[in-house]
């Protein structure tokens, strides 16, 4: 085997694993995003069923007071 074929063989490997590589990280990127997103959904739901809840114990306070 000649050091031209060893050489290219070890580009081309190193190439191919980068572009591997890189493509991973940008679909862990959009994964995160996603998973972001919807935790931001549902974190959203939360908050507004807490609001939702505190006013419907104030008003049963009032009534309760009065």
Known sequence: ???????TLMLSNIGFVTVLFLWNRSESRADNREL????EAILN??????RDFHGRLCSIEERKIK
């Open 45 to 50: 739901g939360i908050r507004d069923e807490m």
């Open 36 to 39: 972001r997103a919807s935790t």
């Open 1 to 7: 085997m000649d050091w031209i074929q060893v050489i």
